[in-house]
Every structure is written in C-alpha cells, then in structure tokens.
C-alpha cells in the first residue's frame, strides 16, 4: 500500500531544520519522540445516525459516522452481515497516497485508498463478528456503513481515524429485532424492531484495532507524525493494536522505505504502552 504524504512541500532548509531537531530528540513543536498531541474527543454529534464521533489532535478534524440498516445477507455469506468503511477528505485536505513522497492523487484518490486500508486493517472478521449482524440467515442481516469525512489533516491521519471509528462504534447499540414468521405460505417473514437503546444489543466488537503508527528518521523513531515528518520520514510502520488485550494483532508498511528490523521489538512494546494510554 502506498504511503500517506502531505501535498506541500518543504523546503531544503525547513528539512535540515526538522532532521537536525529529531536527531537531538527535539521536535518542532516541542514534544518528544513519543508523545501525542492533545487529543480531544465529541461523542455523538451527529443525532441521526446510530453512533458518531469528532474527534481533534493537532490539525487533525475528523467525524465518524455510523449507520446501521437491515439488508438482505451476501450470497456469498448468508449467515453474516457487512461492514463498509467509506472515507470522504475534503478538497482542502493536504494528504494524498504516495510512492517515496510523489503526489498521485487529489483528495478522491487519498479517501479510496485509505477507506481500503482501513476495511483491511481494522474491520477483519477476527476484529468484527460478523455472524452477530445477521438476525435471519440468508434473508435479514444487519448492514453497517462508517463514514468518515475529514475536513482538516496534520498528519497521523491513519492512527486518528481508527481511534475516532473506534469510539463511534463502541457507543454503537443495534435495535433489538423481533422476528415475526410467516403464520402461512406465501407470507413473508417479518421483522419488529424496537429502538429503544437500553434493550439493544452492542456492536460485535471482538477486538478493539488502535492503529499506531511509527516513522523513522534516520537513526530516530517518532509516534503521532506531523505533516512535514511525514514528508521527512525514511519508513513508515502502522501497528495495528488490540486495545483490550494488548495484543499486536497487525502490521503494515507503508512506502518504500526499510523500517530498521532491529528496533522492531523495542517499537511494539511502545506501540502497545501507547495504545493502553
């Protein structure tokens, strides 16, 4: 999968200017290696849909909506229901999908290729149960959409997004469903549903997928880039972590760079102190 970069550029001496600071272990903005920026989080701002999220780090605005919608199961899987990722960045989103930092892509291309590595990563079926979304096999299964519409990146945008949708989809409660069959033939099943959220059930989460991301800066490694690290960054390794084990439960390298081997064991330790934070 190709590596996020921002679309602008740095200039020759803004980068000896960030290189020089990361090699002395001083970022930019004044944080360390692996700290965070202030992350800010507004549950249930969108009251139409079923669970939805804002959440704010850095320059980084983000929503997370879901929907959750009664369809007919996949030929394919008629004892299960579905899960959708769809990612929309705003026009003005300075990201886009890149081989070794080169612009391939406007927004569009930046939201298809994100909401792919996101379904990838974060919506597996060890992550989600799947046949939990199905009420009647083959004829009615629960069919769930996460929108997620970025109107401002500063970097890490991968990491913010699973954090976001994860906390949309935890607040999530499925309407109970009542089955109603068919008394003679020719009648078709029928459902009764009744919304109510304190006799619902959760969203099937079987694991709790954080992404952590890791890029390496010469001989540094930094946690929560910023755009302008992105674009200085040698490699690039997003760590996909269980938050309720612990567990690392994925791993994905983004770019062309080699991420140092050695240093991986080191890195998932913190990537997983990180993700228990």
Known sequence: MKAMAPQHRVSESERRFLLDGVAQGMRNDGRGCFDYRRIAFEMGPIPTSTGSCRLRAGETDLLVSVKCDMAKPSRLRPDAGQLHINVDCAASVSVAFSEGGSRVGGAEEASRQLSVLLEALCASDEVID???????????????????LVLTSGGNLLDSVSLAMCAALGETVLPKVEVIEAMEEGEVVQLRVDDRPEVGSLFPLRRLPLCVTVAQIQRQFLFDVTSDEELCADAVLCVVIDGKSGDVIGLHKLGRGLFDLAALPSMLERCRIAAAA
Do not use: T
């Open 130 to 148: 799947r046949k939990a979304l199905c009420v009647v096999p083959g004829v009615f299964a629960w069919e769930v959409h996460v929108d997620v």
